[in-house]
């Protein structure tokens, strides 16, 4: 169990735990096209499965599992180890972070995973990936974000110091409105907020986004400057 073995790629399938959903094709092919000269030169990690008796569910190295497909080869080595669902998680993410080409919500749903299953703190989290606290806590914000705004992260449509600024102004907004008893325009604003600029009237009563000279904001496009 502790060696490398040599298995039938049909007998291996991905994780569902695993976050890491995007892989580009272009780099697929290369890994592929490398696969297919020298075979794969570093084995993956994979684990009994428990969906599919007799199969093995993969741990670490779902790319190059990916690329051995395109590759057309029939088996692939492999380490196969004995792991809890929490064991295989914290492995899967740390393998995640350590990515070059990491995306941001990819970044900051691996740490609020850690923080959430494996009780991290955001100390113990900057130390072992080498970020800085802020960095760490910053990543954490943009799980906050609506749906369509994460999905303009996610897509690279806008840059994470746009997001945060309308976290930021979202954040601030929704608190007032709940300080001000205002519990329905709380949700409301949590929603709406988030596409306008992040300057608001001192009229609280309101609550309407302006300008630093006095006039109402139309919408904010989110790709303006992205």
Known sequence: MLGINIIDITQIHPSLMNQRKVFIEDSLQELARSISTQGVIEPIMVRPSK???????????????????IAKQSTIPAMIR???????????????LQRRDISPMEEATAFLQLIERRNATIPELAARF???????????RLNELITEFR??????????????????????????AEALGKKEDAKLFRKRSMGYKNYYSKDFGTL???TKEGKFYEPFDPKEGA
């Open 51 to 69: 969906q599919h008796e007799g199969k093995y569910e993969i741990v670490c190295g779902e790319r190059r599992y990916r690329s051995s497909i």
């Open 82 to 96: 004995e792991l809890t669902d929490d064991e295989a998680l914290d492995i899967m993410i740390t393998e995640n």
């Open 130 to 140: 080498g970020k800085s606290e802020m960095y760490i806590r910053n990543r954490l």
């Open 151 to 176: 999905a303009l992260v996610e897509n690279d449509q806008i840059p994470v110091s746009h997001a945060l600024e309308y976290y930021v102004a979202d954040y601030a907004l929704s608190t007032l």
């Open 208 to 210: 309407r986004p302006i």
